[in-house]
């Protein structure tokens, strides 16, 4: 089933401190390939089908507004759906392109998927989540992107739950604490991937 031997999923839930870990993860040493920043770019490439599929509003000077068209998909499910399946096939095309040239050095790398486990998309094994309890998820979020407490349910909803994904995981990055904490979880981790992988 893993066509990639040496990838690592990354994933978590929104506000859980993901892209803290991959940096960190970084700073180790490890390469991440990041499904986030592949995705955005994949979205400016398919500004005109994006201007087609929901109206020239959502896009501004050849770009995507991201958050118009965020604001539309987390409200109307058969939106969200409808930019999916535009989105999806084109951005897992594109990191598995990525995965296969890291593949090639023989050592574990992370790539860094938010949807791992609601999109399906992607033969990984194993699994690292990032972990937060949903009321501090709810917290980060209402500060970091300035959303209304129901804007701020509406993009948790969207996800499966978070105590879900930590069930489904085969590592857990404990993200509840402070950077201190989250330092100590990651070298924890990092200890264990080497182990697994027999890396120096």
Known sequence: ?????????????????KSTA????????????DADEVAHRVLDDQAGA?????????????KVDR??????????????RELESLLHPLIRERIL?????EERFNVPYFIDIPLFFETKNYPLSPVAVVYAPRSLQLERLIKRDGLTQEEAMQRLD????????????????DNSGDLKHLQKQIELFVDQIKERYAVG
């Not at 089933?1 to 401190?17: D, K, N, Q, S």
């Not at 991959?22 to 390939?33: D, Y």
């Not at 994006?50 to 000077?61: D, I, M």
């Not at 392109?97 to 040239?101: C, F, V």
Request: cysteine-free; hydrophobic content about 45%; glycine content about 10%.
């Open 1 to 17: 089933m893993v066509e990639l031997p040496y990838a690592i999923a990354l994933t978590g839930g929104i506000a859980t401190g």
């Open 22 to 33: 991959a940096n960190l993860l970084k700073l180790h040493g490890f390469h991440v390939i």
């Open 50 to 62: 994006v201007a087609e599929l929901f109206g020239e509003e959502y896009v501004k000077g050849g």
């Open 67 to 80: 958050k118009a068209l965020g604001a539309l998909v987390f409200s109307d499910e058969s939106k969200r």
């Open 97 to 101: 392109e990525l995965a296969r040239k």
């Open 158 to 173: 969207a996800q499966i739950d978070i105590e879900q994904k930590r069930r489904m995981a085969d590592y857990v990055i």
